[in-house]
């Protein structure tokens, strides 16, 4: 590969060692810092706030102490337009899910259990702590929040279409017989929060696909500050 920089003694013992991809990543900030600019006021505070021992040069320390700060910079202009549509698409592995099991190989109990919740006559959770025969039934039945996807398959379909408080089944799973209910849908909000999340996933990948383009010996994107 093509190196950007010119110390070709050191890069045969990078390369074994599998520190060449950790080496190109501190270039890339530092190209990206070199691009970026801090005013006079806010680098003497960084720098008076910057308490780690190293580094000991003065233009060396000065990079370090401004160098999250500038990155923060960079990722906000290059990437905040590109937050909604990041978010629309990955939003559904964003949501979590409760809600409540019992299942058991008795086909016909888990029948008459699910006759007596819907009639009001048993408890959901009571029911399950007697009678579900699985580690939910010390939680009374009640699973998650969890990804939507972190469940059996079969529970992931039904789920998926279900309304809170209704009550799914009962059907088999192996040998076993089930009886769901969704209790919540937690849908997740775009808040200040999560942008800032949405913001650092997003330059974690153009990251990685700029480090990849140049372990291949490809050359990468051009790198550009343009605040807004």
């Given at each position: 590969?093509?190196?950007?920089f010119?110390d070709?003694?050191?890069?045969p013992?990078?390369?074994?060692?599998?520190r060449?991809?950790?080496?190109?990543?501190?270039?890339?900030?530092?190209?990206?810092?070199?691009?970026?600019?801090v005013?006079?006021?806010?680098?003497?505070?960084?720098?008076?706030?910057?308490?780690?021992?190293f580094?000991?040069?003065?233009q060396d320390?000065?990079?370090?102490?401004?160098r999250?700060?500038?990155?923060?910079?960079?990722?906000?202009a290059?990437?905040?337009?590109?937050?909604?549509?990041?978010f629309?698409?990955?939003?559904?592995q964003?949501d979590?899910?409760?809600?409540?099991?019992?299942?058991?190989?008795?086909?016909?109990?888990?029948a008459?259990?699910?006759?007596?919740?819907?009639?009001?006559?048993?408890?959901?959770?009571?029911?399950?702590?007697?009678?579900?025969?699985?580690?939910?039934?010390?939680?009374?039945?009640r699973?998650?929040?969890?990804?939507?996807?972190?469940?059996?398959?079969?529970?992931?379909?039904?789920?998926?279409?279900?309304s809170?408080?209704?009550?799914?089944?009962?059907?088999?799973?192996g040998?076993?017989?089930?009886?769901?209910r969704l209790?919540?849908?937690i849908?997740?909000?775009?808040?200040?929060?999560?942008?800032?999340q949405?913001?650092d996933?997003?330059?974690?990948?153009?990251?990685?696909?700029?480090?990849?383009?140049?372990?291949?010996g490809?050359?990468?994107?051009?790198?550009?500050?343009?605040?807004?």
């Amino acid at each position: 590969m093509q190196l950007p920089f010119a110390d070709k003694e050191c890069w045969p013992l990078l390369r074994r060692s599998g520190r060449v991809r950790p080496l190109l990543e501190a270039w890339l900030e530092q190209c990206i810092c070199e691009q970026v600019p801090v005013e006079p006021a806010l680098e003497t505070e960084l720098l008076e706030a910057f308490s780690e021992p190293f580094p000991d040069e003065p233009q060396d320390r000065l990079y370090a102490a401004t160098r999250q700060e500038r990155l923060r910079r960079f990722k906000h202009a290059a990437f905040l337009l590109q937050v909604d549509e990041h978010f629309s698409r990955t939003k559904p592995q964003r949501d979590r899910l409760i809600y409540s099991m019992l299942r058991c190989r008795s086909a016909g109990r888990v029948a008459e259990l699910t006759l007596a919740i819907r009639e009001g006559e048993l408890d959901f959770a009571a029911a399950a702590i007697r009678w579900s025969e699985g580690p939910e039934s010390a939680s009374g039945g009640r699973i998650g929040p969890i990804h939507p996807d972190a469940g059996h398959p079969e529970l992931n379909v039904r789920l998926a279409t279900a309304s809170e408080g209704q009550l799914i089944g009962p059907f088999a799973v192996g040998d076993m017989h089930v009886l769901l209910r969704l209790d919540t849908r937690i849908s997740t909000t775009l808040d200040e929060a999560l942008q800032q999340q949405l913001i650092d996933e997003l330059y974690r990948q153009w990251l990685q696909r700029q480090l990849d383009r140049l372990l291949a010996g490809e050359t990468m994107d051009p790198i550009e500050y343009l605040p807004a």
